[in-house]
């Protein structure tokens, strides 16, 4: 319990700072983008251009680090509505995929005939499935592959409902499962260390499991678990 509260004090003072960062950030940062934008339309010089284009560059990254903050600390929507995870899924498959075609990375989405309406706000499993495929594609050398099931199967006397993502990329880091998932843990040059922690915050809000693990074969599975039957 004592862990949970310091868990949650240290996300509650994140979150202050986040959106007071974003408050003044942002602003000034779409500016810089825009000018840089601009001057890229106005210069012809070749050396130049690299330069703005790298400042359009690491704007983009400070901006993305700072949704990236308020998504893990603002409060999320409590409303869950029946539906199956289809849409989410082909969503986040949409926004990945120019990574996935960087690095010719192949996807094989194996799923039951009938998949079961669960309780899920959609676009926050559509981040959720986001921040795993981006692990994922990262994790990967070129011409990786990502196997994605979705099925229900029995668990502990229970029917659960099991999205399944699995990459053959270099397997988890030595670390505790609690270490990956806190705030800023982090073992890429340029990652932040929120993907899994906002997908951790995410899938509690589902009443749903996460679980990170090696595979027994090679590389890394996610799992989300959704309990089924009346447990919602
Ligand atoms: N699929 C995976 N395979 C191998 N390692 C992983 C995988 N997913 C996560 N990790 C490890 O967990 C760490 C934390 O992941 P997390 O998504 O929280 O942050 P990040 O990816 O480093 O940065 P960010 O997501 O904020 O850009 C990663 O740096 C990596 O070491
Ligand atoms: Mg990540």
């Known amino acids: 319990m004592r862990t949970d509260v310091e868990h949650a ?3 509650a003072d994140i979150g202050t700072m986040a959106s007071k960062v974003a408050h003044e950030v942002r602003n000034p940062l779409n500016a810089i983008k825009g000018a840089a934008h601009f001057l890229r339309s106005e210069i012809e010089n070749k050396e130049l251009d690299r330069f703005l284009l790298l400042i359009e560059e690491q704007v983009e990254r400070v901006n993305g680090v700072t949704t ?3 998504s893990l600390t603002k409060p999320l929507a409590p409303a869950l509505q029946p539906a199956t995870i289809e849409n989410s899924l082909d969503r986040a498959l949409q926004v990945t995929r120019p990574h996935m075609m960087a690095k010719a990375i192949s996807v094989n989405v194996v799923r039951d005939d009938i998949l079961p309406q669960i309780y899920i706000n959609e676009g926050q499993m559509e ?7 981006i692990n994922a594609i990262d994790a990967m050398h070129r011409e990786g592959k990502l196997d994605i099931r979705l099925h229900t199967l029995p668990m502990q006397n229970k029917s659960r409902f099991v999205v399944n993502i699995h990459d053959n990329g270099c397997g988890l880091p030595d ?4 270490e990956l998932f806190k705030p800023f843990f982090t073992t890429k040059t340029k990652g932040t260390g929120l993907g899994l922690a906002i997908i951790k915050r995410i ?3 589902h009443n749903a499991e996460f679980i990170l693990r090696n595979s027994e074969n090679s590389g890394t599975e996610a799992l989300f678990v959704f309990p089924l039957g009346g447990s919602q």
């Open 175 to 178: 670390a505790e499962a609690d």
């Open 68 to 70: 990236q903050l308020l």
């Open 127 to 133: 981040q959720a499935l986001i921040n795993i495929i």
């Open 203 to 205: 899938i509690d809000n």
């Open 9 to 11: 004090q240290r996300l």
